[in-house]
């Protein structure tokens, strides 16, 4: 029997490319199946590549203390700059966090501005980032090629994009020189996280930015606890270390107006503290609308970008069950729709089946012929449905800007399960095929 197999396999062909039409319709249910579920894996791997990129380039225990204020329940704002942009935050707080705020492996004083960087005729508006050696292990990210900023000269880390935009494509800037507002910086370094928005900025050492620019004050400084599930204490106790060195009353929050500038003390503070998870939720949106929305979220601060992910993680499982469910029900769908118009086949064919019962052929390879004809028309299925899957997911993936792959095994499974369920389906429509009687069957018309 199974060295007919070839043979059954050719005719199954043949038979099934008779009317091209119906057999594409009854493929159709199993192409919607196996696309889905590529689809499916595609995104699923997305999503938890895309999350677990934000874990770590906004690192997984970080806290976020930045100059300046907002407004909560519809208070005014006492510095009207913004975030990061008053002048209330000094090196002598930072070094007063590392040395009196217990659990803490990291402390980075910044700067930021937004300006022009040079490389010979090469310019690019880019964000630069005065930090500390630090930085890297607060943020936990690696610089290759090259290493991180080790004292407070003229040299710099650039992103990736950036040193593209300057340099060209794959071009190692290590050891050449870029301009800064009429100071030059070497490159020492590039950042290796092509998941984050580093690789669009200049990093440099942030007292040589201080004294090239003649600012006396920082925009931020991060901290990086021993334990994720330390932030929350962390935060609390550089708020109290702060207002207390600011001379602001215990009432203050990170809400409301800040007053002049004098020798009575204020009531409200002049800098903002964040854990993780309100540092992912404004990362980009640094304006009043978003300040006000989590001035107003108290427990925002008890959350980790960890369990952050975790959420993410969740949901994108509830998704892709979402997904399998629909990609199941396609299946079955399809495997029905084989299983009925095998059984037409069936009955069309009733004579030819007597023909080849009467001139010597079995039950059981009548049996395998119209088994093979089904598995044929899911396997085919499945193919075309594996390649509308790739490109499905090939596409979602360049519009969300997202780490889209697709394991072999999930191919390989893929089309198993196309084949199951066209041996599934087809065992019915088979078995009654073999089950006729050869002279009822030469009979029929």
Same mark, same amino acid.
């Given at each position: 029997m199974f060295k007919l197999i070839p043979i059954n396999i050719w005719m199954a062909i043949r038979s099934l490319s008779r009317n091209r039409l119906r057999t594409f319709l009854t493929m159709l249910g199993i192409i919607i199946g196996v696309a889905a579920v590529l689809t499916m894996v595609a995104l699923g791997t997305g999503a938890r590549g895309s999350v677990e990129g934000d874990v770590r380039s906004a690192g997984t225990n970080l806290v976020f203390v930045r100059a300046g204020n907002y407004t909560r329940g519809g208070e005014s704002v006492g510095i009207s700059a913004g975030l990061g942009s008053a002048d209330t935050l000094t090196d002598g707080d930072a070094r007063a966090i590392r040395d009196n705020v217990d659990g803490i492996i990291a402390v980075s004083p910044g700067l930021s501005l937004r300006t022009t960087v040079s490389a010979g005729a090469s310019s690019a508006f880019s964000q630069v980032q005065g930090v500390a050696p630090e930085f890297a292990e607060a943020n936990m990210w690696a610089v290759d090629p090259g290493r991180m900023l080790e004292d407070d000269g003229s040299e710099a880390v650039i992103g990736r994009t950036l040193a593209n935009d300057l340099f060209g494509d794959g071009f190692d800037p290590t050891g050449k020189t870029v301009r800064l507002r009429d100071e030059d910086f070497t490159i020492v370094g590039v950042t290796d996280d092509e998941s984050s928005d580093n690789d669009e900025k200049l990093f440099v050492p942030w007292r040589k930015l201080q004294a090239s620019q003649n600012i006396d004050h920082l925009h931020f400084i991060v901290i990086a606890a021993e334990e994720a599930g330390q932030t929350s204490r962390i935060a609390d106790e550089v708020k109290a270390l702060l207002r207390e060195r600011h001379g602001i009353g215990t009432a203050g929050g990170n809400q409301g107006y800040l007053g002049a500038q004098g020798g009575s003390a204020r009531a409200v503070d002049d800098f903002t503290v964040e854990t993780q998870a309100a540092e992912a939720l404004t990362k980009g949106l640094y304006t009043p609308a978003a300040a006000f929305a989590l001035a107003? &979220?108290?427990?925002?601060? *008890?959350?980790?970008?960890? *369990?952050?992910? /975790?959420? &993410?993680?969740?949901?994108?499982?509830?998704?892709? !069950?979402?997904?399998?469910?629909?990609?199941?029900?396609? &299946?079955?769908?399809?495997?029905?729709?084989?299983?009925?118009?095998?059984?037409?086949?069936?009955? *069309?064919?009733?004579? *030819?089946?007597?023909?080849?019962?009467?001139?010597? !052929?079995?039950?059981? /390879?009548?049996?395998?012929?119209?088994?093979?004809?089904?598995?044929? &028309?899911?396997?085919?299925?499945?193919?075309?449905?594996?390649?509308?899957?790739?490109?499905?997911?090939?596409?979602?993936?360049? !519009?969300?800007?997202?780490?889209?792959?697709?394991?072999?095994? !999930?191919?390989?499974?893929?089309?198993?399960i196309a084949a199951a369920v066209g041996l599934i389906f087809g065992i019915y429509p088979a078995r009654r095929a073999s089950l006729l009687d050869p002279i009822d069957a030469l009979r029929s018309e």
């Open positions: 107003n &979220l108290p427990k925002l601060d *008890e959350v980790t970008l960890t *369990e952050m992910a /975790d959420t &993410l993680d969740r949901a994108s499982d509830t998704m892709t !069950a979402l997904l399998a469910s629909i990609a199941g029900v396609s &299946l079955i769908v399809g495997g029905i729709g084989i299983m009925n118009i095998m059984l037409v086949s069936v009955t *069309e064919r009733t004579r *030819e089946i007597g023909l080849r019962v009467a001139t010597g !052929a079995r039950s059981s /390879d009548v049996a395998l012929q119209f088994l093979l004809e089904a598995i044929t &028309l899911s396997v085919v299925g499945g193919l075309i449905g594996l390649i509308l899957g790739l490109v499905s997911a090939r596409l979602i993936g360049w !519009a969300l800007d997202w780490p889209v792959s697709v394991p072999i095994s !999930a191919m390989a499974l893929s089309l198993g």
